[in-house]
């Protein structure tokens, strides 16, 4: 089992930025990708960002050059950085791992751009 703990999130202004921390513990070795989702109000759930193990990227077209996923090495820790943010980035962020056929969901972190 792994279990996911986010922090972050919160309120800013256009233009502004947040980091989002997600803390893994458990079975971590089982993970080989970490990332982050998100869901507004009456939207599916989107894929934003995703790391492996070996550091490899993927970020969903709209938060290209503005978002900034990262880890450590041993998994445990993952992070967003959003800059610029915008409006339409308001959502309910959720970090991710996933190895094998499991996958598991941190509690979900609330951010919202608005002045």
């Known amino acids: 089992q792994v279990q996911l703990v986010q922090s972050g999130g919160g309120l800013v202004q256009p233009g502004g930025s947040l980091r989002l921390s997600c803390a893994a513990s458990?079975?971590?070795?089982?993970?080989?990708?970490m990332g982050w989702y998100r869901q507004a109000p009456g939207q599916q759930r989107e894929l934003v960002a995703t790391?492996?193990?070996?550091?490899?990227?993927y970020y969903v077209d709209s938060v290209k050059g503005r978002f900034t996923v990262s880890r450590n090495n041993a998994m445990s820790m993952v992070y967003l950085q959003m800059n610029s943010l915008k409006p339409e980035d308001t959502a309910v962020y959720y970090c991710?791992?996933?190895?094998?056929?499991?996958?598991?969901w941190g509690q979900g972190t609330q951010v919202t751009v608005s002045s």
């Open positions: 458990g079975s971590i070795f089982s993970i080989v990708s």
């Open positions: 991710s791992a996933g190895g094998g056929r499991s996958e598991y």
């Open positions: 790391i492996t193990r070996g550091g490899s990227t």
